[in-house]
C-alpha cells in the first residue's frame, strides 16, 4: 500500500509564497512520476507540475515562472515551491504518485492541502 501525506497549505495575500510537501510512504516503485495537482470549485482537476525520477519537469503554462517543483529520492519526497501567488492559484491541491511496472500502472493520490490567495 502507499500513503501520501502532503502538508503546507494555508492562506496568504497575492503576491506571496508557500512552500507544500508530499511525502510518500510504502511500495513504491523507483522509477515513478510524482507531481502535484489542483482543483477549484467548480472546476475539474488539472495539471500544475510533474517531475520524474530520472529529472525530467513538466509545468502548466499558467505556473511556469512562478512555481518551482523538486524532489527528494531518497526520502520519498515532492515539493511545490510557489511565488507570485495570484488569487485565481486558489484551490485544493493535491500529490500523485504513479508508475507503470510489469505491463500495469499505478496511481496514488494524497487526501489534499487547500491554497487561499486573497487579499
Known amino acids: 500500500q502507499v500513503q501520501l501525506v502532503e502538508s503546507g497549505g494555508g492562506s496568504v495575500q497575492p503576491g506571496g509564497s508557500l512552500r507544500l510537501s508530499c511525502a510518500a510512504s510504502?511500495?513504491?516503485?523507483?522509477?515513478?512520476?510524482m507531481g502535484w495537482y489542483r482543483q477549484a470549485p467548480g472546476k475539474q482537476r488539472e495539471s500544475v507540475a510533474t517531475?520524474?525520477?530520472?529529472?525530467?519537469?513538466n509545468y502548466a503554462d499558467s505556473v511556469k515562472g512562478r512555481f518551482t517543483i523538486s524532489r527528494d529520492n531518497a526520502k520519498n519526497t515532492v515539493y511545490l515551491q510557489m511565488n507570485s501567488l495570484k488569487p485565481e492559484d486558489t484551490a485544493v491541491y493535491y500529490c500523485?504518485?504513479?508508475?507503470?511496472?510489469?505491463?500495469?500502472?499505478?496511481?496514488?493520490w494524497g487526501q489534499g492541502t487547500q491554497v487561499t490567495v486573497s487579499s
Open positions: 510504502g511500495s513504491i516503485f523507483s522509477d515513478n512520476a
Open positions: 500523485n504518485a504513479a508508475w507503470r511496472r510489469r505491463g500495469v500502472s499505478y496511481s496514488y
Open positions: 517531475a520524474t525520477s530520472d529529472g525530467r519537469t
